[in-house]
């Protein structure tokens, strides 16, 4: 056993030379493989968009470790991508007291231009000429909801235009076309013997930003007096 031992002796320093050699090269090649991941991952997916730049980062963790070269240059570019993205748009309501409704409005989008002189409602300055219209009116001469609806689509197409889309429920009813180059959408909604619409026209140009604030708009235009179904 003694002979053995010196034997070996000698041979220890080396030995553990090349044991810390192979464990640096250990370390430099699963970086270099994290690294390679990463790369591949960036060919399919693009790191400027959040929901990639998330995936990334869980396909890294998984792959590489919670604490690799490869998840933390994910994660950077996580922060990146997220930093990049635009704020949502912030939202401003008007509440009308003398026919009881409310809507929301987009605030970068339209300016309001103060309540009418009789309180009927209110208009909303937009650019390149959009306009958002609220109003209430008392229901003088007996119609239905879908008299009055008809009656605002009609103004609002004119002699040149047309309605392309109609819809009713039990409580509201919407409309919308093109008159030229403008369109238009007009909902309206009956309570009390009281009409409340809003009616929104926009450049066709437009319709990329207006179609993402319109369901919205039209989800919290709401009557604030009881619903009465004719």
């Given at each position: 056993?003694?002979?053995?031992?010196?034997?070996?002796?000698?041979?220890?320093?080396?030995?553990?030379?090349?044991?810390?050699?192979?464990?640096?090269?250990?370390?430099?090649?699963?970086a270099a493989a994290q690294m390679l991941l990463v790369e591949e991952l960036l060919a399919e997916h693009d790191p400027s968009a959040p929901a990639q730049a998330r995936l990334l980062t869980n396909l890294s963790e998984r792959l590489a470790g919670a604490d690799s070269p490869a998840v933390l240059l994910a994660r950077r570019l996580q922060s990146q991508a997220d930093a990049q993205q635009p704020s949502a748009p912030a939202w401003s309501t008007y509440t009308n007291v003398r026919f009881g409704f409310s809507i929301c409005y987009p605030q970068?989008?339209?300016?309001?231009?103060?309540?009418?002189?009789?309180?009927?409602?209110?208009?909303?300055?937009?650019?390149?000429?959009?306009?958002?219209?609220?109003?209430?009116?008392?229901?003088?001469?007996?119609?239905?909801?879908d008299d009055h609806l008809k009656q605002a689509a009609a103004r609002l197409a004119g002699k040149e235009g047309k309605v392309t889309y109609t819809a009713k429920k039990e409580t509201w009813a919407v409309a919308s076309g093109r008159n030229g180059e403008t369109v238009f959408y007009v909902k309206t909604t009956r309570a009390a013997s009281q009409f409340k619409s809003f009616e929104l026209t926009y450049k066709n140009s437009q319709t990329g930003i207006f179609s993402q604030v319109l369901p919205k708009i039209s989800a919290c235009f709401v009557s604030t007096a009881p619903v009465d179904v004719r």
């Open positions: 056993m003694d002979q053995a031992a010196g034997f070996i002796l000698p041979f220890l320093p080396a030995v553990r030379r090349s044991a810390d050699a192979l464990r640096r090269q250990a370390a430099i090649s699963a970068d989008i339209f300016t309001p231009e103060g309540e009418s002189a009789n309180s009927d409602g209110q208009r909303f300055k937009g650019p390149d000429g959009s306009i958002l219209i609220v109003y209430g009116a008392n229901d003088s001469m007996g119609d239905s909801l």
